[in-house]
């Protein structure tokens, strides 16, 4: 079972954040295929959200295949997410890439700013993405 | 069940012999089953809404219906909590609950009562008026809930509660939203206090409606964006714009890609409703619900 934690000032979307939060525990394993997830009413219960909200989370991961509803009964882990391995050759060309950024003399925050704007361009602004 | 829970139709209402006009031409339409924000300035009207929604007052002009009939046919099922919380003082509290029990025997459900109580660590043989404020708002809700109702109207129910309290009634709130599928609305001008708890807004400013929709749809359909001075920011339409030295930050309603070279960022709901508060003259935006509700 996991517990959400909801920021409520940390400006991303309160569904957004369930979202991210599921997922994160399926990467880690703290859910695992089969695991139920709380109902809606235990997650408002504890912190006081809105259920549609909880419902609109649950109905995002379900389309995205991650759980299943089961009428009746509740909503079910469908899959766990493996972690992006870390040996992928995407991963050693951001290597190369950053230590080049690096030996070119920009700073953290400079690289920051750089990869979050090709993120922007590229990838739909995030909504359910985590 | 109807699927309208509140549907208001150029609703107005002037009080005393200047006519001083509290609400004027106010149209929207609240799907069942919504925990609505409402909220605004001072002054906004916010409180003469509600009690036009509980039947309360009557509109002067216009009309309001409540789950699909007249707001005093429908006070059987719905529950109203005035800012004020008039309670019997000299009752108990475990009077005042007999006394809703009584007042409503076909509805009354006893259990949710006693646990806000019981929550709240309140003696049932208090009386009312040896209560703090904060525990008077939760009698009050405990009796409002009671009822079971299909909408729950309350009037600045927070006001007087501490963190704690806040919390818990406004998570009792939300499993009784869960389990029923209640409407609520609840007024507030402290915008925070109803983020992530309320899935749909209206803003009341001078009386009428300012925005009113969904929320996530009114935010989606708002951006912040921070980019040059001189900048251009046609076609979008412009709720609020403001320059610091060579930067421009603005809310704008996007008419089409905002352009490059520009940060763009998502509002919360508090830079929305701040944005239009600052902006009395923005355009107000009244999202079609429809789809949602069918959805």
Known sequence: MVEYRIDRRSGVATYVQIVQQTKQALRLGLLEEGDKLPTAREVVEATAINPNTVLKAYRELEREGLVEARRGLGTFVRRSLGTAPA???????????????????????????????????HFAQSKGDA | MTDTAIEAAALGRSFGRRRRQALEGCSFRLPAGRVCALTGPNGAGKSTLLALAAGLLRPTEGSIAVLGRTPAAARERLAYVAQNKPLHPQLTIAGTLRLGR????????ARVPERIIAEGDLDPGARIRSLSGGQRTRVALALALGKRPELLLLDEPMADLDPLARHQLMATLMADAADHGTTVVMSSHVVAELEGSCDHLLLLGGGRVRLAGPLDDLLAAHTLVTGRSGDTLEPHTVVESRTTGRQLTALVRPAGPLGEGRRTDRPSLEELVLAHLRSPEAPPLVLDTEQEAAA
């Not at chain 1, 890439?97 to 090709?118: C, H, N």
């Open chain 2, 102 to 109: 009584d007042l409503n025997p076909r509805r009354w459900d």
């Open chain 1, 87 to 121: 040996d992928s050759p995407l991963r050693a060309e951001l290597e190369a890439w950053a230590a080049r950024a690096r030996a070119a003399g920009l700073e953290r925050d400079d690289v920051d700013a750089l990869f979050t704007s090709v993120l922007d361009a």
